[in-house]
């Protein structure tokens, strides 16, 4: 009988929707982007043995959208490369490339738990983006994601990122500098590390963006 | 009525509603959505006519006098734990049933919950193989053959509950 078992973690997929247009250029937003994505990277692969395997892909949008890192067991990923900020905001174009992943069976098989998604921006988009967002949430797989978002500084389009997010759990940041950046990463990955450990994986795990400690804070009882 | 009451030729949307009810009593003063519960059902008859009934996840496979099936697969566009149950379910469409006929040796079935039906590669070949290994077993030494094989689940992470019924001709 075991020799039908599948020899692999049933997966949660993370998927981030990242923005690099050239506006992310400034103020260390990017440099903080690329530091937060390599410390979640660090912590999901350390949680990859437990209830659920976190596999995470990492799709960009500057000048053009395109797959930065293919979908990928977190605890395998040895490699992430740096990306640079520059052009505008194809949004809507990332939304279709992650929406094609998701429905992607081959990739994303139905032993898979709810993917989640987060995307991170810090100004409007600059494409048709309203009919690739209606595409992806009318989509059969796509639209039962749970999805999670952060706007960085003043311009960011908040209004269409509380349209984007549909967890209660985990309301729209609001990131004014790098270290606000780093900190919403830090308050994804501990959200999806629960969840793996959790025996309900598909259930959303509220965050509490407050109670996430500065990188640099001791944790002292004083 | 009891559900053991009623004869085999009963409409399946009139089981489905005793068994429903039969349930509902039975839970007393627990919520029905605190006892929310996925149903596999097989009722046979000695002619080898056997009944199916599936209400959410889990699944039912057999190998039959109209071959090898499976009674109803996870949705492609679900994703796991994705489910519905009694407690829960409040519609016949979301059952799924079918007469299947187990009149020759090594026909059978096998009801499973999902966290052995979600870990399952080849389906297909499962239920033959399986009855190829039971019908040589005594029933005391097929049981703990079984509960062997659950119990060193290979799946990593694999998930709790793991409850298979296997019904066969020798």
């Known amino acids: 009988m075991k020799k039908f078992a599948a020899k692999s973690a049933r997966p949660i997929p993370v998927i981030i929707l990242a923005d690099t247009s050239g506006s992310m250029s400034v103020d260390g937003k990017v440099d903080a982007m690329n530091q937060a994505i390599r410390g979640m990277i660090a912590s999901f692969a350390e949680e990859s043995r437990l209830n659920a395997e976190i596999h995470l892909s990492v799709i960009t949008f500057g000048g053009n959208a395109e797959t930065h890192l293919a979908l990928t067991p977190a605890h395998q990923i040895t490699h992430f490369e740096d990306f640079y900020a520059t052009g505008g905001t194809p949004m809507g174009e990332a939304l279709t490339i992650a929406k094609e992943l998701i429905e992607d069976k081959e990739k994303i098989s139905s032993r898979a738990y709810r993917p989640v998604i987060v995307l991170i921006s810090d100004g409007h988009p600059t494409d048709d983006w309203e009919g690739q967002f209606s595409a992806f949430c009318s989509a059969e797989r796509a639209q039962k994601a749970t999805r999670m978002a952060m706007a960085i500084g003043s311009d960011a389009d908040e209004v269409m990122m509380n349209d984007f997010i549909n967890d209660l759990e985990a309301p729209l940041f609001r990131a004014s500098n790098a270290q606000d950046i780093i900190k919403f990463f830090r308050a994804v990955s501990m959200s999806v590390t629960s969840r793996s450990r959790s025996t309900t994986p598909n259930q959303p795990v509220a965050i509490t963006y407050d109670e996430i400690p500065e990188d640099d804070e001791l944790d002292l009882d004083f | ?170």
């Not at chain 2, 057999?62 to 697969?73: E, F, H, K, M, T």
């Not at chain 2, 009149?103 to 080849?122: N, V, Y």
């Not at chain 2, 290994?133 to 062997?148: C, F, L, S, V």
Request: hydrophobic share 40%; aromatic share 8%; glycine share 8%.
């Open chain 2, 1 to 170: 009525m009891a559900v053991k009451a009623l004869p085999f030729d009963v409409p399946d949307r009139e089981l489905i509603h005793c068994i429903y009810k039969n349930w509902l009593a039975l839970l007393g003063s627990i919520a029905a959505n605190d006892a929310v519960a996925t149903s596999l059902i097989a009722w046979g008859k000695n002619t080898g006519e056997t009944r199916l009934l599936q209400l959410g996840d889990g699944a039912v496979l057999y190998q039959a006098n109209d071959g090898r099936g499976l009674l109803s697969g996870r949705s492609e566009n679900t994703f796991g734990n994705e489910t519905t149950g009694l407690g829960v379910s409040r519609k016949y469409s979301d059952w799924v049933c079918r007469t299947i006929w187990l009149t020759k040796p090594k026909q059978g079935l096998a009801l499973m919950t999902d966290g052995i039906s979600d870990d399952l590669e080849q389906m297909d070949t499962f239920v033959p193989e399986v009855i190829m290994k039971m019908r040589h077993m005594g029933r005391r030494y097929g049981k703990q053959w079984i509960t062997n094989e659950l119990e060193s689940w290979p799946t990593p992470s694999h998930s709790d509950d793991k409850t298979i019924a296997l019904i066969y001709r020798m």
